[in-house]
T-cell receptor
Framework: AQSVTQLDSQVPVFEEAPVELRCNYS??????LFWYVQYPNQGLQLLLK??????LVKGINGFEAEFNKSQTSFHLRKPSVHISDTAEYFC????????????FGDGTTLTVKP | GAGVSQTPSNKVTEKGKYVELRCDPI?????LYWYRQSLGQGPEFLIY????????DSGLPNDRFFAVRPEGSVSTLKIQRTERGDSAVYLC???????????FGQGTRLTVV
């Protein structure tokens, strides 16, 4: 069984400031890791994914994340946020046997203030 | 279409009624997934299809929930005797296989009154 913990339910930040959204996971097997963004009344959009290879993953909209196997973490970062980054962010983990069957965290609400 | 299409986008039904939610996956995608997202929570896995067969239905909460994919493309999630606790956004996703992530639709918001 797997689990995902998003350590902050809400993160307020000022525009152009850096941000880090924290995610820890638990699994007894090798995993794939994902970050999704969800805007109000919309579906999930993939920001980035770690499948294998380099542990530093770059995604869309200037986001990046680093897979840390020893700390079982996959924190999401952006050096300078915009108002338009205000949204709900979800971390998810899947086993290698089925990448589409994911366990999601409860989400982090990122609010970017002017 | 280019993406996963779900209909209807919103559904309001009375407690005890039967509802069907439809998912049209990306053309050629053999894997199809249903998730349920309750207010303030992340999506929860319900069921996975590979082709026409339900390969993993371990997330279905009880026997009131059922899903089909008869021709290996469109899928229908069926909920019998709806309860107020079934109110949620039901998300469908599809993938070309199990080795890559799934692509999500916009969801169907189900409200049971």
């Amino acid at each position: 069984a797997q689990s995902v913990t998003q350590l902050d339910s809400q993160v307020p930040v000022f525009e152009e400031a850096p941000v880090e959204l924290r995610c820890n996971y638990s699994s007894s097997v090798s995993v794939y890791l994902f970050w999704y963004v969800q805007y109000p009344n919309q579906g999930l959009q993939l920001l980035l994914k770690y499948l294998s290879g380099s542990t530093l993953v770059k995604g869309i909209n200037g986001f990046e994340a680093e897979f840390n196997k020893s700390q079982t973490s996959f924190h999401l970062r952006k050096p300078s946020v915009h108002i338009s980054d205000t949204a709900e962010y979800f971390c998810a983990v899947s086993e290698h046997t089925n990448a589409g069957k994911s366990t999601f965290g409860d989400g982090t609400t990122l609010t970017v203030k002017p | 279409g280019a993406g996963v299409s779900q209909t209807p986008s919103n559904k309001v039904t009375e407690k005890g009624k039967y509802v069907e939610l439809r998912c049209d996956p990306i053309s050629g995608h053999t894997a199809l997934y249903w998730y349920r997202q309750s207010l303030g929570q992340g999506p929860e896995f319900l069921i996975y299809f590979q082709g026409t067969g339900a390969a993993d239905d371990s997330g279905l909460p009880n026997d009131r929930f059922f899903a089909v994919r008869p021709e290996g493309s469109v899928s229908t999630l069926k909920i019998q005797r709806t309860e107020r606790g079934d109110s949620a956004v039901y998300l469908c996703a599809s993938s070309p296989g199990t080795g890559t992530e799934a692509f999500f639709g916009q969801g169907t918001r189900l409200t049971v009154v």
